[in-house]
């Protein structure tokens, strides 16, 4: 357990039993900064039951979560979102009646709350950080505009720029694209690719096509197990996979 790894993320023989049924089953994951990387699978095979582990929302039975090495898995969700992990869930959890400025300055990681930002002076250093970030999630020429009157895809992503604008070293996101326009889902492509400069990245998705344009590697689950690991042209040419998932 005392080991160090050069991996921002490694996952070994992680277990997590719910009434004796295995849900993630001895499951071995190692990440690297720089890595985009995609898990895969069909329903229940323990996609969201891995990134609940990792963020601390499901305590493992066994196994060991090591980040930036860390031991997550005796750690509170707080402490690991302190540590550098940040997650985006399917629906986004913005603030509506706020700008999108102001979204992104009540996650800027000050301690401060909704109201207290509300008083707060902006400081020069949170702007440029706001106005750099904004940029970066395609919203530089909205930031005026209340969240509410975003579409959806750009909810979406000042959903990941409010995770952005605390700098995790690790982001994970579930299903992405879901419900995005084709353009959107082009534009979010290229704002994943951006983002996992300089840290890494987790997705899960069922959109083969976006998996393709932007996995660097592919890890398929199925029950709760690894079915197969590696570029998507290896994946996607595994017998295996073809049966359980890309067949249907
Ligand atoms: N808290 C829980 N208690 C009991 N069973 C659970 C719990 N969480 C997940 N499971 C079970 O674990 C299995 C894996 O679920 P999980 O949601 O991780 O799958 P998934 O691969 O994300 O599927 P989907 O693509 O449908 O989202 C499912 O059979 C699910 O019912």
Request: proline fraction near 3%; aromatic fraction near 6%; charged fraction near 25%.
């Given at each position: 357990?005392?080991?160090?790894?050069?991996?921002?993320?490694?996952?070994?023989?992680?277990?997590?039993?719910?009434?004796g049924?295995?849900a993630?089953?001895?499951?071995?994951l190692?990440?690297?900064?720089?890595?985009?990387?995609?898990?895969?699978?069909?329903?229940?095979?323990?996609?969201?039951?891995?990134?609940?582990?990792?963020?601390g929302?499901?305590?493992s039975?066994?196994?060991?979560?090591?980040?930036?090495?860390?031991?997550l898995?005796?750690?509170?969700?707080?402490?690991?979102?302190?540590?550098?992990?940040?997650?985006?869930?399917?629906?986004?959890?913005i603030?509506?009646?706020?700008?999108?400025?102001?979204?992104?300055?009540?996650?800027?990681?000050?301690?401060?709350?909704?109201?207290?930002?509300?008083?707060?002076?902006?400081?020069?250093?949170?702007?440029?950080?706001?106005h750099?970030?904004?940029?970066?999630?395609m919203?530089?020429?909205?930031?005026?505009t209340?969240?509410?009157?975003?579409?959806?895809?750009?909810?979406?992503?000042?959903?990941?720029?409010?995770?952005?604008?605390?700098?995790?070293?690790?982001?994970?996101?579930?299903?992405?694209?879901?419900?995005?326009?084709?353009?959107?889902r082009?534009?979010?492509?290229?704002?994943?690719k951006?983002?996992?400069?300089g840290?890494s990245?987790?997705v899960?998705e069922?959109?083969?096509?976006?998996?393709?344009?932007?996995?660097?590697?592919?890890?398929?689950?199925?029950?709760?197990?690894?079915?197969?690991a590696?570029?998507?042209?290896?994946?996607?040419?595994?017998?295996?996979?073809?049966?359980?998932?890309?067949g249907?």
């Open positions: 357990m005392s080991s160090t790894t050069d991996f921002t993320l490694s996952i070994e023989g992680l277990t997590v039993s719910f009434d049924f295995k993630v089953d001895d499951l071995n190692y990440i690297d900064k720089n890595e985009l990387h995609v898990v895969i699978g069909p329903n229940g095979a323990g996609k969201t039951t891995v990134l609940d582990l990792i963020c929302k499901t305590k039975t066994s196994g060991s979560i090591k980040f930036l090495n860390k031991e898995t005796k750690m509170s969700e707080h402490a690991i979102v302190r540590a550098g992990v940040g997650r985006k869930f399917q629906t986004p959890s603030y509506e009646n706020l700008t999108v400025l102001e979204n992104l300055e009540v996650s800027y990681p000050a301690g401060r709350g909704v109201l207290g930002s509300l008083v707060f002076k902006r400081s020069t250093a949170v702007l440029q950080k706001i750099e970030i904004a940029a970066e999630i919203l530089d020429d909205q930031l005026d209340e969240a509410g009157l975003l579409s959806h895809g750009q909810k979406q992503w000042l959903e990941i720029g409010m995770l952005l604008i605390q700098d995790p070293q690790l982001l994970m996101l579930d299903e992405p694209v879901a419900g995005m326009s084709v353009k959107e082009e534009q979010t492509g290229e704002l994943l951006k983002i996992s400069k840290r990245v987790l899960i069922h959109d083969m096509e976006f998996v393709a344009r932007i996995a660097q590697k592919v890890t398929v689950l199925h029950q709760g197990k690894i079915l197969a590696g570029n998507m042209e290896k994946v996607q040419s595994d017998p295996k996979v073809i049966e359980v998932y890309l249907h």
